[in-house]
């Protein structure tokens, strides 16, 4: 089967700039998850969608961060405006539902701010 | 704030040699997980202990947990140089999210 697919792999922006990331999860896959990986530690959950809706996004910064899941199926990451410490890796994943145990994980997109 | 922190941070061993990570828990768990990151990749489903489980075996990995001291060690028995990975325990406690450690930085030399 196919895995959790990202876009792009690279970006390189300066401060204040936006960007946008996309996953196209696993499918029939109907939870999908974002995680933001900076450098040297673990990944970070910032939103968990459960189809269309969000679950949990506790941990995603409002101001400048939003996530979208339109028809439950692909995903889009904004950050707007950023900032130097959004440099990371971000990370999609999926599971067939919440409750099931493993997460597939996409590559990755790696973000660097100028 | 990270569920578990991983010992050693770093570990380098020869090709046949077992290898041993740590990892300690702050919070109650349902289960704990392993993962393994290659260089520039995604993370990799290794394997899952339940909370009322104490070992459990997967191929070369051996996974104990211990969970009146919170704590947890991934084994991979005879390492081979595509062991070479980050490796990340993911604890799931009641709010159904996992949580990742700092990881551990595994090199298995030739």
């Known amino acids: 089967e196919a895995g959790v697919a990202q876009s792009p792999r690279y970006k390189i922006i300066e401060k204040r700039q936006s960007v946008a990331f996309w996953c196209n999860p696993i499918?029939?896959?109907?939870?999908l998850y974002w995680y933001q990986q900076i450098l040297g530690q673990g990944p970070k959950l910032l939103i968990q969608?459960?189809?269309?809706?969000?679950?949990?996004d506790s941990q995603l910064p409002k101001d400048r961060f939003s996530a979208e899941r339109l028809k439950g199926v692909d995903s889009t990451l904004k950050i707007q405006p950023a900032k130097l410490e959004d440099s990371a890796v971000y990370l999609c994943?999926?599971?067939?539902?919440?409750?099931?145990?493993?997460?597939?994980f996409g590559p990755g997109t790696r973000l660097l701010v100028l | 704030s990270q569920q578990g922190e991983e010992d050693p941070q770093a570990l380098s061993i020869q090709e046949g040699e077992n290898a041993t990570m740590n990892c300690s828990y702050k919070t109650s768990i349902n289960n704990l997980q392993w993962y393994r990151q290659n260089s520039g990749r995604g993370l990799v489903h290794l394997i899952l202990?339940?909370?009322?489980?104490r070992e459990k075996h997967s191929g070369r990995l051996r996974v104990t947990l211990d969970t009146s001291k919170k704590s947890s060690s991934l084994l991979i028995t005879a390492s081979r140089a595509a062991d070479t990975a980050s490796y990340f325990c993911a604890g799931r406690g009641s709010a159904r999210q996992l949580t990742f450690g700092s990881g551990t930085q595994l090199t298995v030399l030739p």
């Open positions: 994943a999926s599971s067939i539902e919440a409750i099931q145990e493993t997460q597939y």
């Open positions: 202990i339940r909370s009322n489980e």
């Open positions: 499918s029939g896959h109907a939870t």
């Open positions: 969608f459960q189809n269309n809706g969000v679950v949990d």
